[in-house]
């Protein structure tokens, strides 16, 4: 065997363990992409069941594309080598484009995500028939253990938290610091609405009762980071 034959064998099982490990990547997106779309938690987050489909389809494509790149290489096939590498071209070109486009539109999605979230907030619980986005934002402070878009404070002038005609300032219960307490009354109110979420179902359960706690409780903005206890500094650090 001679050493441009050598070589040219190097490269071709080179290229086969490269897409093989690219296969493995893909399907374990599209499992992750499954899982989040089939977990009972995130029924209620229409975002995130979106970009679960998005990772799913992602997963899929980079199977087929690390597929192709396989066998195009094992058979030496001129014809699927060009197609694999003419798509992974493409596929370079649009990560590039995006990319660009993410970094120079960050601060105008920045204010188009302020814009939505502020308004959910102001309009928390007014209507019952239409909870879809109130309760994604919950999840988002749940699970991202954080209150408000920019402090806490963006909830107090929602009147439907006071209750009683109360002048007490109330934030949602997402808000509450689950580890600065044993409470077992209040982790049943934060925690058991937040794993139940199955649709119209937890909507029409949770509409009539709003769970609210004292914003001078163990809310996030007692972690040491008042200044940094809002949603934008973890969506947009």
Known sequence: MSAQESCLSLIKYFLFVFNL???????????????????????AFVPLQIWSKVLAISGVFTMGLALLGCVGALKELRCLLGLYFGMLLLLFATQITLGILISTQRAQLERSLQDIVEKTIQKYRTNPEETAAEESWDYVQFQLR?????????????????????????????????????????LDKVIL???????????????????????????????????RSGCTTTLFP
Request: aromatic share 12%.
């Open 21 to 43: 490990f690219f296969f493995v990547l893909g399907s374990l997106i599209f499992c992750f992409g499954i899982w989040i779309l089939i977990d009972k938690t995130s029924l």
């Open 146 to 186: 954080c209150c408000g878009w920019h402090s806490p404070q963006d909830w107090f002038k929602v009147l439907t938290l006071r209750g009683n005609g109360s002048e007490a300032h109330r934030v949602p219960c997402s808000c509450y610091n689950l580890s600065a307490t044993n409470d077992s009354t209040i």
């Open 193 to 227: 609405p937040q794993l139940s979420r199955l649709g119209q179902l937890a909507r029409s359960r949770h509409s009539t009762d709003i769970c609210a706690v004292p914003a001078n409780s163990h809310i996030y903005s007692e972690v040491g980071r008042a200044s």
